[in-house]
C-alpha cells in the first residue's frame, strides 16, 4: 500500500470557532445502587472538559486537543473536535454524590441513586404459634 504526501506551504487555522461539534458515544449502565456512564472521548485533556448540572440534566462539553507538533505539516487527517451531550438524570438521582474519571480517552461517570430510592430487602420474620 503506497500512500502519496502532498506538500501544504500554510497551515489552516484551528481555531475553537471552526471545529465541528460531536455526540460522543457512550454506554449506560445500571447497578441498584447507581447509574453508570461510559462516554469515549478521544485526545480530551482535563482542562478541556466541562462536566454540569442544571435541574435535571447532566450536561458534558469537551474540546479535544490539536496534537499536531511543530514544524512544516505534509498532512493533518486528524482535526480536534468539541464534544457535546446532555443526560437526562432520573429522580432517584444524588445528584452530590456523582462522581467523574477521564482516563486514557474514556469518562467513567458514576450516578448513585439516593438511599431512600434504592432497592432494599425486608426482612420477613417466622411467626411461631
Do not use: C
Amino acid at each position: 500500500m503506497t500512500t502519496t504526501i502532498e506538500r501544504r506551504e500554510s497551515k489552516p487555522a484551528r481555531t475553537t470557532a471552526n471545529l465541528p461539534t460531536v455526540t460522543p458515544r457512550a454506554d449506560v449502565w445500571e447497578t441498584a445502587e447507581a447509574a453508570h456512564l461510559a462516554i469515549e472521548l478521544p485526545g480530551v485533556p482535563k482542562d478541556g472538559l466541562d462536566l454540569s448540572i442544571e435541574s435535571d440534566r447532566l450536561t458534558l462539553t469537551a474540546t479535544s486537543k490539536d496534537v499536531t507538533p511543530d514544524g512544516r505539516e505534509l498532512r493533518a487527517e486528524w482535526r480536534p473536535t468539541r464534544y457535546q451531550r446532555t443526560f437526562l438524570l432520573t429522580e432517584d438521582a444524588d445528584k452530590s454524590g456523582i462522581e467523574a474519571a477521564l482516563r486514557h480517552g474514556l469518562l467513567a461517570i458514576r450516578i448513585p441513586r439516593r438511599a431512600e430510592k434504592r432497592p432494599r430487602s425486608i426482612p420477613v420474620s417466622v411467626a411461631t404459634d
